[in-house]
């Protein structure tokens, strides 16, 4: 028998979004611990946008929009299609079940939720795909005064959003600066952040709000919480998973977990081997990608290492990027979804619908890798009316930072053969795919690509130009490009888990005692992106389940 330092019920490693599994299983009246090798808490969730994805909602039926569980479904069907067991028609039903239920749950906790209106499910009016909602299926948490967290205030990651109070839900409207409703969400955005200042609170949205409020509510509940704690190797007696090895201040702590461990720490997209290991072959760094720096993949080798089966290795959450002049990526979202903007490759020519939800632009870009070669990196281009209508990255519309362009993260040229020559484009190429562009614009219909269709695309799209808010011809110079790569926000296979939580080993068997969320498991959401927040909202739901299935097993 093992000699134990610690004793609980229920453990739960990482402490992203999977640590409301921790909060279920305390509010049930159970022991719980989070561990969380870092010094700050919240994970690749705190860094995010913070939104969950979540159909048929409470907040969707208390707000009269209309959605149901068969539309969700089919949405699930269309969509991802068949992407194997870690998407099993079992999983998306625990999935979409378990998700109404866990809202009702932490909004009976005390965490507060609006919805994101208008920010359409990704493939939502794309043809083919059908019971999507163009409202919108997300919600996010409210703004939260850090102050309320007393002395763990500072020990949260810093969100994306910076010291701005911004919704997430409120980035569309954001982009369109230069519109009515651009400038009111501006001037909404800015008043929150003026006000919370002038009372003295330290307010955070996104991924922080959220990490936040999950944060406050566990130490409400008396969790504890033990940062700078690793999980190094799982404790199995008698064919069950009993507890663990956690690598703590220098020495290792024996941890008894009663009930059962939940993995829900995060994938490998910082881990170049592994990145290597399980790429195909394709072309693939750890500088491209934005997740958190935690995202180094142990936990995904220690669950292997006791037999756990995995699927979908290969796959992210691909966010195309360009790297700034510091080095770091710069995703890149609305920019390529706007009037006058295309993506080429070496060859100069488009290969794929430029607005497209930002997990497929990644798998777009290496399968033309792939199958035609000069995709990696790729070329987004707009003219000088793209630079002075939106934003483009962190800068302001009709402005470009000198030392973007001085270098040369940044192409500028006052002509397309010019700034072909300074890519390393085919000049020929890039002319005639600007031509008949250009034409598509003018037309307002993306004869090879159908870009524009989908409710998302038009989100991200400027509303106000016509006829088609995302086609707009390149013309005015100069002219100007990034080098793009397949960046990622964080991967998205790991060990294969059942519509219980349970990791799977190599023969499809549960491992008794062990549970499974977030990125270091195989997503339901398989190899598609359904809607903002879906990775967010399934590391919190199937935390929720496996909390409720260790308790119930205990019970039993």
């Known amino acids: ?196 200042r002038l009372r003295g609170q330290r307010l955070v949205t996104n991924g922080a709000a959220l990490t936040a409020r999950l944060l406050q509510t566990l130490l409400r509940r008396g969790v504890p919480v033990w940062l700078e704690s690793a999980l190094t190797d799982l404790v199995v007696e008698n064919g069950r998973v009993v507890g663990a090895v956690v690598r703590q201040g220098g020495h290792h702590v024996r941890v008894r977990a009663r009930d059962g461990v939940l993995l829900a720490a995060g994938g490998f997209a910082r881990n170049q081997e592994m990145r290597e290991e399980y790429g195909r072959g394709r072309p693939t760094s750890t500088s491209w990608t934005s997740a958190n720096p935690g995202d180094t993949g142990e936990t995904i080798r220690i669950a292997m290492a006791h037999g756990a089966a995995t699927d979908m290795l290969d796959e992210a959450w691909w966010m195309p990027s360009w790297i700034t002049p510091d080095g770091t990526p710069g995703m890149c979202l609305s920019e390529r979804s706007k009037p006058g903007a295309i993506i080429v490759d070496a060859a100069g020519r488009r290969y794929f619908n430029e607005a497209v939800a930002y997990q497929e632009a990644g798998q777009r870009m290496y399968a033309r890798e792939r199958d035609v070669g000069g995709a990696v990196p790729s070329w987004l281009v707009v003219d000088s009316r793209h630079r002075s209508h939106y934003p483009f990255g962190m800068s302001p519309p009709g402005r470009t930072p000198k030392e973007w362009i001085a270098d040369g993260a940044m192409k500028r040229a006052g002509t397309l053969e010019e700034l072909a020559r300074q890519c390393g ?132």
């Not at 979409?96 to 932490?106: I, T």
């Not at 409210?142 to 994306?160: E, N, S, V, Y």
Request: neutral net charge; charged residues 25%; hydrophobic residues 35%.
């Open 1 to 196: 028998m093992t000699d134990w330092d610690h004793s609980t019920d229920f453990l739960v490693v990482g402490s992203g979004a999977g640590v409301v599994g921790a909060l279920r299983a305390r509010a049930l009246g159970k022991d719980v611990l989070v561990i969380e090798k870092s010094d700050l808490f919240g994970g690749s969730t705190c860094m995010s946008g913070g939104v969950l994805w979540l159909p048929h909602n409470p907040l969707m039926r208390r707000e009269g929009v209309p959605d149901s569980f068969d539309a969700a479904l089919r949405y699930f069907d269309t969509v991802v299609g068949d992407a194997g067991p870690a998407s099993s028609p079992a999983r998306r039903r625990a999935y979409l079940d378990a998700g109404f239920e866990m809202v009702g749950f932490l909004e009976s906790e005390g965490l507060e939720f609006r919805r994101c209106e208008g920010y359409s499910d990704y493939y939502s009016g794309v043809r083919g795909c059908e019971g999507g909602s163009a409202r919108g299926r997300s919600i996010e948490a409210k703004a939260f005064d850090k102050k309320r967290l007393g002395p763990w205030q500072d020990r949260i990651r810093i969100g994306f959003a910076g010291g701005l109070n911004a919704y997430t839900g409120e980035a569309g409207p954001m982009m369109r600066m230069r519109t009515r409703t651009g400038l009111a969400t501006l001037a909404r955005v800015a008043l929150r952040t003026l006000l919370g």
């Open 425 to 556: 484009i085919d000049t020929d190429g890039l002319l005639k795919t600007v031509e008949r562009f250009n034409r598509f614009a003018l037309e307002g219909v993306d004869e090879d690509f159908h870009r524009g269709e989908g409710d998302h695309e038009k989100y991200y799209g400027d509303l106000t130009h016509r006829p088609n808010s995302c086609l707009g011809p390149l013309l005015k110079p100069p002219f100007y490009a990034v080098a793009l790569y397949p960046g990622d926000i964080g991967t998205s296979g790991g060990v294969l888990c059942d519509e219980f939580s349970r990791v799977l080993d190599t023969t499809g068997e549960p491992i008794a005692g062990l549970y499974g969320t977030g990125n270091c498991t195989a997503s339901v959401m398989g190899r598609r992106y359904p809607g903002a927040g879906a990775s967010i909202a399934a590391s919190a739901v199937f935390g929720y389940i496996a909390a409720n299935h260790a308790v119930s097993s205990a019970a039993r």
